[in-house]
């Protein structure tokens, strides 16, 4: 009797968990590009997006390659945050902080195209 009340307590802790980690209730995206400054591409380090006023899903990451090119896959529609992570050399400032000021809307189209070349971004920050 005790063996049968163990599993079935295994099998609601299973169930509640399984209700815990749905797929999401939206499209999920995938951002590519290439970040550059200039014609000068990045060679190291993450590209982080973030969901911002009203977009959704959670942060996800892509390295950045060689080449300047990322990908980040599983993001949700909506406007997102963009950030840098690289060697801490201040290099990058303001665009590697958590309050970056590069946003873009993502649609639900499932592979989108942003190409970032900070040095365009910095005159917005003005």
Excluded at 77 to 103: A, K, T
């Amino acid at each position: 009797m005790k063996r049968i009340g163990l599993v079935g307590l295994n099998l609601a802790l299973f169930a509640g968990c399984a209700q815990e980690r749905p797929d999401p209730p939206y499209p999920r995206v995938t951002v590519e590009g290439r970040v550059t400054r200039g014609q000068e591409p990045f060679r190291t380090g993450w590209v982080e997006i973030v969901p911002t006023e009203g977009g959704r899903g959670v942060l996800r990451s892509g390295e950045i390659h060689p080449d300047g090119r990322y990908r980040v896959e599983g993001l949700g529609p909506g406007r997102h945050g963009i950030r840098f992570i690289v060697p801490r050399d201040g290099s990058l400032y303001p665009f590697d902080r958590f309050f970056s000021p590069i946003r873009r809307n993502l649609t639900e189209d499932p592979i989108q195209k942003f190409d970032i070349d900070l040095g365009k971004e910095s005159p917005r920050l003005g």
